[in-house]
């Protein structure tokens, strides 16, 4: 079944992209938890960060650049954010295609509520 984020990467649905390349996209979280609230998604459909495979893992370093990369381009370098996957039922995950949560631009509570 189409993940709801291969139709994104497709482009068969919009998204308010800020960044792309040939493996990673990220764009705006629709209902956003925090002032700054973008997902960091792979091409590559892997439903989550337990069923990434040893040739998937250099996805987790880039994934950290370019979260460090926008983290930089929308201010939130000095006063800290968050990266975060939810990994299966347990965790919250809706939306089964692997993707990362970058929160921040403003206090973000503890961690667990
Ligand atoms: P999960 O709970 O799977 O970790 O996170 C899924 C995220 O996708 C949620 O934060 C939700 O707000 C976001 N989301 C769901 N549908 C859409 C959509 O159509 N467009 C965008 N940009 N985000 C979405």
């Keep these: 079944?189409?993940?709801?984020?291969?139709?994104?990467?497709?482009?068969?649905?919009?998204?308010?992209?800020?960044?792309?390349?040939?493996?990673?996209?990220?764009?705006?979280?629709?209902?956003?938890k925090a002032p700054v609230h973008i997902l960091i998604v792979t091409k590559k459909v892997i439903p989550n960060l337990q069923s990434m495979k040893e040739e998937d893992l250099p996805l987790i370093g880039e994934i950290v650049k370019v979260a460090q990369q926008l983290a930089q381009e929308f201010g939130l370098e000095e006063e800290g954010y968050r990266l975060l996957t939810n990994n299966g039922?347990?965790?919250?995950?809706?939306?089964?295609?692997?993707?990362?949560?970058?929160?921040?631009?403003?206090?973000?509570?503890?961690?667990?509520?």
């Design 1 to 32: 079944m189409t993940t709801l984020f291969e139709k994104i990467i497709n482009g068969d649905l919009p998204c308010e992209k800020v960044f792309e390349n040939d493996r990673i996209i990220a764009f705006k979280d629709i209902f956003p």
């Design 89 to 113: 039922n347990h965790a919250g995950q809706v939306i089964h295609h692997l993707h990362f949560h970058l929160l921040g631009g403003g206090p973000l509570g503890r961690m667990v509520g």
